[in-house]
């Protein structure tokens, strides 16, 4: 039962490193896109920035919320002493609706902001193959190419994970 605590504790670390890197990220992109903001000086591209933002701040301050829950059960399950509660696999299923419901948040807010971002361009420049490539290709490309890989690996990570620590736990 210890080996299966260990190894609880363990994925539990794994996952606090990894809303950790997400973390940094968004809070690069979050630097990146206020840089813009406050440069830019096309009025019409403020609304698709503000949406982007709020996006990569939300994924920030929803990171940073997690990682203290995590922390939380960390210190739970080093200090309690039942096997029921040290053996409950019931943390997996919260993890994985966390990581489905970021990756949604931050999917949606970026193709709302760049759905105003297309149209802060389209209007001055009155150019679709623009606002097309800004509004549609990239989200699309983004969402497909990185975003959903990531939450796919990352869920198949967990089910692994959860299925070792099963295995495990079976005397």
């Known amino acids: 039962m210890q080996d299966s605590t260990a190894r609880q504790l363990q994925v539990?670390?794994?996952?606090?490193?990894?809303?950790?890197?997400?973390?940094r990220f968004a809070?690069?992109?979050?630097?990146?896109?206020?840089?813009?903001?406050?440069?830019?000086?096309?009025?019409t591209l403020r609304p698709g920035l503000i949406v982007l933002l709020i996006g990569q701040l939300g994924a920030a301050l929803l990171l940073l919320y997690r990682n203290a829950s995590l922390s939380r059960d960390l210190r739970r399950l080093q200090n309690t002493s039942?096997?029921?509660e040290r053996s409950s696999l019931t943390w997996f299923d919260g993890e994985e609706a966390?990581?489905?419901?970021?990756?949604?948040?931050?999917?949606?807010?970026?193709?709302?902001?760049?759905?105003?971002?297309?149209?802060?361009?389209?209007?001055?420049?009155?150019s679709i193959f623009i606002a097309l490539a800004i509004g549609v290709a990239y989200p699309v490309t983004a969402y497909f190419g990185i975003g959903r890989r990531?939450?796919?690996?990352?869920?198949?990570?967990l089910e692994a994970q959860r299925n070792e620590l099963q295995a495990a736990s079976i005397p």
């Open 27 to 43: 809070a690069l992109v979050a630097v990146l896109v206020a840089l813009l903001l406050w440069r830019t000086q096309w009025v």
């Open 82 to 84: 039942s096997a029921a």
């Open 98 to 126: 966390f990581v489905k419901r970021l990756a949604l948040f931050e999917n949606g807010l970026r193709l709302v902001g760049f759905a105003l971002l297309a149209y802060g361009f389209w209007l001055p420049t009155r």
């Open 12 to 23: 539990i670390a794994l996952a606090q490193a990894r809303n950790a890197r997400h973390l």
């Open 150 to 157: 990531t939450t796919v690996r990352t869920l198949r990570d």
